[in-house]
């Protein structure tokens, strides 16, 4: 079966850095459309990024476009996620998500979830 396993969260200053994978195994990577979510305490799970087969990407614009990047790697079958300029609002779990198709949309509904990783922005 699929299985998304998610690494690279931690604990980090205002300011930092950290870059997210997630690894996908049980089936090829380069078929799915890929995306990342946050869930933070006491909040619903939200909409960060997503990206096609080929690299077309949507951002959540109010609250990470500019600071955050997704990108794959098909080759390694990973999605990353680099997140640069991190605030205390972004402390939360991260999770990444695939599913088939071929339109990209922050609305779309995903099949498949990793686990999450957990990243703390202190102040």
């Known amino acids: 079966q699929v299985q998304l396993v998610e690494s690279g969260g931690g604990l980090v200053q205002a300011g930092g850095s950290l870059k997210l994978s997630c690894v996908v195994s049980?089936?090829?990577?380069?078929?799915?459309?890929g995306a990342w979510f946050r869930q933070a305490p006491g909040r619903e799970r939200e909409f960060v990024a997503v990206?096609?087969?080929?690299?077309?990407?949507?951002y959540d614009t109010n609250s990470v476009k500019g600071r955050f990047a997704i990108s794959r790697n098909n080759a390694k079958n990973t999605l990353f996620l680099e997140m640069n300029s991190l605030k205390p609002e972004d402390t939360a779990v991260y999770y990444c998500?695939?599913?088939?198709?071929?339109?990209?949309?922050?609305?779309?509904?995903?099949?498949?979830w990793g686990q999450g990783t957990q990243v703390t922005v202190s102040s």
């Open positions: 049980g089936h090829t990577f380069s078929d799915y459309i």
């Open positions: 998500a695939a599913r088939d198709g071929v339109v990209i949309d922050r609305r779309l509904v995903f099949d498949y």
């Open positions: 990206i096609s087969q080929i690299g077309a990407t949507i």
